[in-house]
């Protein structure tokens, strides 16, 4: 009786060894139209592997409490984010708020981290899904007009450029947003809309920026803000109300007309 004891004693120790001495990774991903998100716990340390792969796209990590963090935020929403710690990893990717320049970084950088937490398994890793809803649209402009009317039911990124200012729309089922930047002066027509439209008094001075914001339960509704060379509009869909919206939309667009 004691020699069969010992027997499995001895079977249970080696079975034990052998586990320890796997590389097996469990991994949880989920993917959908608005996000992507990955949960991985892997027995034997693959974090300097994924941390070098995550350097060589975002740089250097911010260290906080044993985890490595790379995140950006933007509006108060996360955009993505990654964390690493020993033998797990978490992402976050918010593909209504990437762009889609860098939707596509992030996703081959996603797929280079599931194939080293797959590499001794035979299951294939895919990369996240491009959003349902987004795509690129280009406006052309001729003699000096513009026409943006469509814009509000188009979901992805706009880029217009002359030669002396940029635009950039962002319009997804979140956000409405608009990106200025120039190499002349802001036309003044554009302060002029806005004060008939918001009211002079309604506005603050930050930062050497004049800004209209609105704020609902203390979440920005909207921001407006300029500068001697800049312009930018935020619209958050979610918490400007549907009557307020169309005004708001509308403000932008006109905006864009005078830029250009």
């Known amino acids: 009786m004691k020699k069969i004891t010992i027997i499995?004693?001895?079977?249970?120790?080696?079975?034990s060894s052998v586990l320890g001495q796997s590389s097996f990774s469990s991994i949880s991903v989920s993917d959908t139209d608005s996000r992507y998100s990955l949960k991985a716990h892997f027995s034997h340390d693959l974090s300097h592997e994924v941390e070098e792969e995550i350097n060589d796209v975002l740089g250097e990590p911010i260290k906080?409490?044993?985890?490595?963090?790379?995140?950006e935020e933007a509006f108060n929403e996360k955009v993505y984010s990654f964390k690493l710690r020993d033998k797990s990893c978490r992402i976050y990717l918010s593909k209504e708020s990437l762009s889609e320049k860098k939707f596509e970084e992030l996703s081959d950088l996603c797929l280079k981290i599931e194939q080293i937490l797959n590499k001794d398994?035979?299951?294939r890793p895919t990369p996240p899904k491009r959003?349902?809803?987004?795509?690129?649209?280009?406006?052309?402009?001729?003699?000096?007009?513009?026409?943006?009317?469509?814009t509000s039911s188009l979901q992805g990124e706009m880029s217009?450029?002359?030669?002396?200012r940029s635009v950039n729309v962002t319009n997804n089922n979140k956000v409405y947003s608009i990106q200025s930047n120039g190499?002349?002066?802001?036309?003044?027509?554009?302060?002029?809309?806005?004060?008939?439209?918001?009211?002079a008094s309604n506005s603050v001075k930050a930062n050497g920026h004049k800004e209209w914001r609105k704020e609902i339960k203390g979440k920005a509704a909207y921001t407006i803000s300029i500068s001697e060379y800049n312009c930018n509009v935020f619209i958050d869909?979610?918490?400007?109300?549907?009557?307020?919206?169309?005004?708001?939309?509308?403000?932008?667009n006109d905006i864009i007309k005078l830029l250009l």
């Open 8 to 15: 499995i004693i001895t079977c249970l120790i080696t079975l």
């Open 64 to 71: 906080k409490s044993g985890i490595l963090i790379w995140e």
């Open 121 to 123: 398994t035979p299951e």
């Open 131 to 150: 959003p349902f809803s987004s795509s690129n649209f280009q406006i052309s402009i001729d003699n000096s007009s513009l026409s943006l009317d469509n």
């Open 160 to 164: 217009v450029t002359t030669d002396q």
């Open 183 to 199: 190499l002349e002066t802001l036309p003044s027509k554009v302060q002029a809309l806005i004060i008939n439209e918001l009211g």
């Open 237 to 252: 869909k979610k918490v400007l109300s549907k009557k307020k919206y169309p005004e708001i939309y509308t403000l932008a």
